[in-house]
């Protein structure tokens, strides 16, 4: 079975700063990674995935993560944040069959002007 | 591209009552997904359908909820009787099929925000 935790449940940072939001796994199988964006009293959108190949991953909006095997992490960071990137965002795994996905309990993201 | 719709969004009930919502994907999705999602938490799976079958409702509690997918194309959760601790979100969401390939991202619909009195 997978697990999926996510380090930090509240990130402030200001405008135009670097911002990471950490997210460690466990699972005995090989794993798809991804990250999902939730903005107020919407659905859930992706920001980027992790299938196979390189390790490190981009993704829309200006974000990127990077996936690490020994250290069963899978970081998203963005070099300079902005307003509008103030929402919930979930790291979730699943098997490399795409059945089932688990989710971590997310973090909130709230950039200050 | 029409992504998945829901409805209602909101709904206000008193506890015992039933309680129904829906769900249409994205056309050509052969696979959905009912999740629940408890404030400050991530969603969790309820049920997951290939077209009409429902392949995984190990976390489904069936002695309340039920849901069904006739067609293959919209579906419907149902809560009968709810109890004050099904308030919560209740998204769908759908991915391509198995066979096209492209079944790991799921697309999210806006949810349904329950509130059970």
């Known amino acids: 079975a997978q697990s999926v935790t996510q380090l930090d449940s509240q990130v402030p940072v200001f405008e135009e700063a670097p911002v990471e939001l950490r997210c460690n796994y466990s699972?005995?199988?090989?794993?798809?990674l991804f990250w999902y964006v939730q903005y107020p009293n919407q659905g859930l959108q992706l920001l980027l995935k992790?299938?196979?190949?390189?390790?490190l991953v981009k993704g829309i909006n200006g974000f990127e993560a990077e996936f690490n095997k020994s250290q069963t992490s899978f970081h998203l960071r963005k070099p300079s944040v902005h307003i509008s990137d103030t929402a919930e965002y979930f790291c979730?795994?699943?098997?490399?069959?795409?059945?089932?996905?688990?989710f971590g309990a997310g973090t909130r993201l709230f950039v200050k002007a | 591209e029409a992504g998945v719709v829901q409805s209602p969004r909101y709904k206000i009930i008193e506890k015992k009552q039933p309680v129904a919502f829906w769900c249409n994907p994205i056309?050509?999705?052969?696979?959905l997904y009912w999740y629940l999602q408890n404030l400050g938490q991530g969603p969790e799976l309820l049920i997951r359908?290939?077209?009409?079958?429902?392949?995984?409702d190990s976390q489904l509690p069936k002695d309340r909820f039920s849901a069904e997918r006739l067609k293959g194309v919209d579906s419907t959760l149902k809560i009968q009787p709810a109890e004050l601790g099904d308030s919560a979100v209740y998204l769908c969401?759908?991915?391509?099929?198995?066979?096209?390939?492209?079944?790991?991202?799921?697309?999210f619909g806006p949810g349904t925000r329950l509130t059970v009195l």
């Open positions: 699972s005995s199988v090989s794993v798809y």
């Open positions: 056309s050509g999705h052969n696979t």
């Open positions: 969401a759908s991915s391509p099929s198995v066979l096209a390939g492209g079944q790991d991202t799921q697309y």
């Open positions: 979730a795994v699943s098997d490399t069959g795409g059945f089932k996905t688990i």
């Open positions: 992790y299938l196979s190949g390189s390790t």
């Open positions: 359908y290939e077209n009409e079958e429902a392949v995984d």
